[in-house]
């Protein structure tokens, strides 16, 4: 939650140095749980969700979505002024590839949030394997991913005044596919409220808060899925 180190050790009955070291212990713990929670889908698992979002958007072979996702931090103590981002707020940046249901396929965080997406792709562990990773699927990404270095990425084409019908059609079908990445985030967000502000200037630290964000997202969605066996309930699902 957002209440600070004092307010919680205050509640829990520990000094501030201990709660603080019971929360670093903790997201260290689920940092080192991670391909548990998050992993890249094999070639049978991939299928799924490649048909599923097929359904969503029209578009087919496309087995998740990606994006990136600026986390408000404060102003970092070494190369702070590199965190201040176009919308003039001091943030880190998250990628994120989801699958239909907005659960985590692959995540990196990290670079301050002034690069770019593609910049950010480019440099990500995802990017040397991706041609592994993904063999015949793609993945919807939005137009900061429009480029010959990201051939698996399906992206709209810029409008210029001067699309056709069929360009536009399939721009709509992109944009409706690539929602489950936008919502996964602010689903995210909303369960994780820490996410808005992180109130701390240690790098290791903010990193470790937003992995361990994303493993618990993953985790809830795989409760989710027991709870419905039948069915997970997906990001566009009424419930």
Known sequence: NQNSFRERSDKLDVSQS???QIIVDVLQILC???????????ACEKATPALALQRLCGIPGVTGAIDGCRIRVQKLPVRGVDYMN??????????GIVD????????????????????MLRASPFFEPWQ??????????DRAYIGRDFPFVVTPRRDNGALTCEEQL????????RVVVEQAFGRMKCMWR?????QNTNIKT????????????????????QLHPQGCPREDDDN
Not at 194 to 198: A, E, F, K
């Open 170 to 177: 399939q721009n709509n079908k992109t944009s409706r596919g």
């Open 100 to 119: 239909d249901r907005g659960r985590f396929l692959d995540i990196c965080a990290g670079p301050p949030g002034r690069e770019h997406d593609a910049r």
């Open 32 to 42: 080192t749980l991670g391909s548990n929670f998050v992993s890249w889908p094999n």
């Open 18 to 20: 201990a709660a603080h």
């Open 194 to 198: 820490r996410l808005r502000d992180l």
């Open 206 to 225: 903010v990193v470790m808060m937003i992995m361990a964000a994303c493993l618990l997202h993953n985790m809830t969605i795989a409760d989710l899925c």
């Open 132 to 141: 592994e990773k993904m063999a015949a699927y793609s993945v919807l990404g």
């Open 86 to 95: 176009r919308k003039s707020f001091f943030s880190v940046l998250l990628q």
